[in-house]
């Protein structure tokens, strides 16, 4: 029997890719599948703090096994942005990948130094006999920003975020190599090897 897990995201890319990463061992709940429709606050400085808001507050109002996420790009010239900021870079936007890529770009035109790194923090809340257990996962893949966009696939910044030891961008390289290489996949595969012990 899978086991059951809630994901505390309503973002069907997302969802796609850490069922995909999962596999069948477990059923991975959205936060629509359990009746929330409410924008959980994202409102700390660090991406710890942020998964485990939003981890937090499913968990205390649901009552279920929950994990939640945050992820960020951050790239050296730019002293660490986007960020904890990354969905929300552009002035004005919320998840508008586009008006976020082309700020990135806007601010290293000219900039040799292009390293960046995808980092997330996945939080995990488990209910014990007397209290709740949290834990974390961390996951980073390094890179390079390049200089214009390229591919189709995936979400969020992967037609600017070229890994080590590829000459395509994450956009281009697929959803299969880079469910196996991203930043998610490090942490989901933590988060997997943890819940299996189980």
């Not at 939003?54 to 951050?74: N, P, Q, R």
């Not at 696939?153 to 070229?162: A, K, L, V």
């Not at 697929?174 to 469910?179: H, L």
Request: charged share 30%; net charge negative; aromatic share 8%.
């Amino acid at each position: 029997m899978k086991k059951q897990i809630v994901f505390a995201t309503n973002n069907a890319h997302k969802l796609d890719e850490i069922r995909h990463i999962l596999g069948e061992a477990f059923q991975v709940k959205s936060l629509s599948d359990i009746g929330c429709h409410e924008d959980i606050p994202e409102e700390f400085d660090t991406l710890e703090d942020n998964a485990l808001q939003k981890a937090s507050y499913v968990h205390d109002k649901y009552h279920v096994d929950c994990f939640a996420d945050d992820t960020g790009l951050e790239v050296e010239a730019l002293n660490g942005e986007p960020g904890v900021h990354s969905a929300r870079y552009a002035e004005g936007t919320d998840h508008d990948s586009q008006a976020n890529m082309d700020k990135l770009l806007r601010k290293l035109e000219g900039e040799d130094n292009r390293n960046a790194r995808f980092r997330t923090v996945i939080a995990l809340i488990q209910q014990g006999e007397t209290e709740a257990k949290v834990s974390l996962f961390q996951g980073t893949v390094y890179g390079t920003i390049t200089r214009e966009k390229s591919g189709a696939e995936g979400f969020g910044y992967d037609p600017i975020f070229q890994p080590d030891g590829y000459d395509k961008t994450f956009a281009e390289l697929g959803n299969d190599i880079k469910n196996t290489i991203s930043h998610r996949a490090h942490a989901v595969s933590k988060l997997a090897e943890f819940l299996l012990k189980k």
